[in-house]
């Protein structure tokens, strides 16, 4: 549900300053909104949630499984340009994670987005197609994850029925991090169906496949001193390795960080209710699986809760 409001899609020391930020930007906005009256050609999204993470960095092994809760505060500032069959849209996006446990993985992010949408004709069933071009600047706590972001996304939105509507997309995104081991290019292809329940309730359902890097974390040395002698066929078949300042900060041993190549799927499930015309809330769950080899391979469960608003 990319282009619908019902799915409007840190560093720990700045949590006071974000949120007196955020505080002071929407009342402004607010405001604005109020005297300019009903007709205008830009909108203010805000996403206010927070997600259960089963496995935060996406480790093999289960002794090296770290979960965490994350509270998530993003928004989006977008104008829009509409013509006859088409809408051209520039946005500035804001986001920012606070993680509850391993808070070194705090970030905040700024970017922009363009994106150009158009139907070709008009009809219950006539396609509707959207693409998009995305510049994001994530800060995190550790250097080595501090990371330049550029993704191209585009997709095909089709009515299936007065109920169903159907998606498929391509996105390509390409990560240029403070370190290389966070360094990534992936192709993904998508696919997304939602279902009409009610006038307030819609489910959804999408799928992906993901051709490119993920970075592990794993144990070298776990705390009683031993050496984890199972992580060298890792090492070895890894494109790049870092010792790992994050999880080092928070955990005894000694933990490193390594990227390899590997197809990712995941399945998310969803439902979003609408409140009102501002206001909705989402609900989703997203099995994720990775394979780098025939033996290594990580799982992971996001659980995300989110109050989505627009100004």
């Not at 089963?54 to 993003?74: C, I, M, P, W, Y």
């Not at 498929?168 to 966070?182: H, I, R, S, W």
């Not at 890097?213 to 066929?233: E, H, K, M, R, W």
């Amino acid at each position: 549900m990319n282009n619908a409001f019902l799915k409007l899609n840190t560093l720990s020391k700045s949590k006071s300053r974000v949120g007196v930020a955020a505080t002071l930007l929407v009342a402004c906005f607010s405001s604005a909104v109020n005297a300019a009256g009903e007709e205008r050609n830009w909108s203010i999204d805000a996403d206010i949630g927070s997600f259960y993470d089963s496995n935060v960095g996406k480790a093999k092994f289960l002794r090296d499984t770290v979960e965490d809760e994350v509270v998530q505060l993003n928004g989006r500032f977008q104008y829009r340009w509409e013509s006859n069959k088409s809408l051209l849209s520039v946005s500035a996006l804001a986001e920012s994670e606070f993680y509850d446990t391993v808070d070194t993985l705090n970030s905040l992010t700024a970017g922009v987005e363009v994106a150009y949408s158009w139907q070709n004709s008009f009809g219950f069933l006539a396609p509707f197609y959207r693409a998009s071009l995305t510049y994001k600047h994530k800060e995190f706590d550790s250097a080595g994850r501090t990371s330049d972001i550029l993704s191209f996304q585009a997709f095909a939105t089709r009515r299936i029925s007065t109920d169903f509507t159907g998606r498929l997309g391509y996105q390509y995104t390409n990560v240029t991090a403070g370190n290389a081991v966070f360094d990534n290019s992936e192709h993904r292809l998508f696919a997304n169906v939602d279902y009409l329940w009610s006038r307030e309730l819609v489910a959804y359902l999408t799928g992906s496949v993901i051709s490119g890097d993920v970075y592990s974390v794993a144990q070298a040395t776990f705390c009683n001193g031993l050496t984890a002698d199972d992580i060298y066929p890792l090492i070895s078949e890894s494109k790049a390795i870092w010792r790992d300042d994050s999880f080092n900060q928070h955990f005894c041993g000694d933990w490193f960080a390594y990227r390899l190549a590997a197809t990712t799927t995941s399945l998310a499930l969803g439902v979003n209710y609408a409140l009102s015309h501002k206001y909705s809330v989402d609900i989703s769950a997203t099995a994720i699986d990775s394979s780098a080899s025939d033996w290594v391979e990580y799982q992971r469960m996001l659980v995300r809760a989110s109050l989505l608003v627009r100004f």
